[in-house]
């Protein structure tokens, strides 16, 4: 509790200045200076409060839980030798959190998904029986639930809920930019905190903030995409995704 | 950075650059320097729109007691104005 250093700046900063305020003001007799010191005292509460509205849960932990949870998912992909990349549906074709497919033959058609995918490890997507995929919620895929307003189609609505979600909630990256090109998208991730890896599971899902960005994106458009490419260059992650049907 | 690093130091910008600003003007009202203080750190606030529900709540509340603070210094230059002081 002690140790965020938000807190620490915010009690620093109010109780210099609620000692400075009344010197400032009775003894040096100076209103500048007594303002600097009531803007201490603004600045030390509002510190106080982000340490206050900071999750309780160590990064270190939130690490951990979420490496773990992708050694599972990585455990099971390689175990069957799944290697296809991931699809990622937009809520009209899912139930629940954010999805994932990953086809156990053949690429999916996503023109022969019929329905919503149900809450299942192993689904059917269509009417041959090959037309079967493994469905993972995809990494951060909770935090699409949390979204007050649903991103739109255009680069704008879905740059601004990606930058909503990575900056603001997860406070994963700096800020993101997209740009839409027929049926690719390319996002850019400035200063993001989890970086590509060159693992099985990575190729396969993709990073958990490509994760992330091709969920909000396919809900955005409201069509599957999936990560063609992800490189990390000059401090920042570039991510292309590809629209599917 | 950070959104929550770069809030606050946007925050202690803002509040330097107001009170150099107004000390370079002569301005010996501290009711003038705090009440534009708090209209510049309501309309950082606001413009911060990526915050997470959870911290969006918790400066409201902090916003909240700054706009109280702001409305008393409001309702008493009204009354000096008025004469009743």
Redo the contacts between chains.
């Keep these: 509790m002690t140790n965020n250093p938000?807190r620490l700046?915010g009690i620093g900063l109010t109780f210099a200045g609620a000692i400075f305020v009344p010197v400032a003001?009775f003894v040096i007799n100076s209103?500048?200076l007594?303002?600097?010191g009531?803007?201490s005292i603004?600045?030390g509460?509002?510190?106080i409060?982000?340490a206050?509205?900071?999750p309780q849960i160590s990064p270190e932990a939130s690490q951990m839980i979420l490496e773990t949870g992708m050694e599972n998912i990585a455990a099971l992909l390689e175990e069957l030798g799944l290697t296809r990349k991931a699809i990622y549906l937009p809520s009209s074709m899912r139930t629940g959190n954010a999805q994932a497919l990953i086809p156990l033959g053949e690429g999916i058609d996503v023109q022969r998904i019929k329905g919503k995918i149900p809450r299942r490890l192993i689904v059917r997507y269509g009417d041959n029986p090959g037309d079967m995929a493994i469905a993972v919620t995809a990494p951060g895929g909770t935090n699409l639930n949390?979204m007050?307003i649903k991103p739109g189609p255009t680069s704008g609505e879905i740059e601004q809920a990606i930058?909503?979600v990575l900056?603001?909630?997860l406070?994963l990256a700096?800020s993101v930019e997209v740009r839409i090109s027929e049926k690719q998208l390319y996002i850019e991730v400035i200063?993001p905190r989890l970086h590509y890896e060159n693992v099985w599971y990575y190729r396969c899902m993709g990073s958990p903030i490509a994760s992330i960005v091709a969920s909000i994106a396919s809900d955005g458009i409201g069509k599957p995409v999936t990560i063609t490419e992800e490189n990390y260059q000059n401090g920042k992650s570039v991510i292309q995704l590809e629209v599917l049907g | 950075?950070?959104?929550?690093n770069r809030?606050?130091l946007f925050?202690?910008l803002v509040?330097?650059l107001?009170?150099i600003l107004?000390?370079f003007t002569h301005?010996?009202?501290?009711a003038v320097?705090?009440t534009v203080?708090?209209i510049a750190?309501l309309i950082i606030t606001i413009l911060f729109?990526?915050?997470?529900?959870?911290?969006r709540?918790?400066?409201s509340?902090?916003s909240v007691?700054?706009l109280a603070g702001f409305m008393v210094v409001v309702v008493l230059k009204v009354m000096e104005v008025l004469g009743f002081k």
Excluded: H, W
């Excluded at chain 2, 990526?50 to 911290?55: E, G, M, V």
């Design positions: 938000y700046l003001y209103i500048p007594t303002a600097i009531l803007s603004m600045i509460f509002t510190s409060t982000l206050t509205a900071r949390k007050e930058n909503y900056t603001g909630m406070d700096n200063g | 950075m950070r959104i929550y809030y606050l925050l202690v509040s330097c107001i009170d107004l000390a301005q010996t009202d501290i320097y705090f203080s708090v750190y729109i990526y915050f997470s529900p959870k911290t709540k918790a400066l509340l902090v007691i700054f």
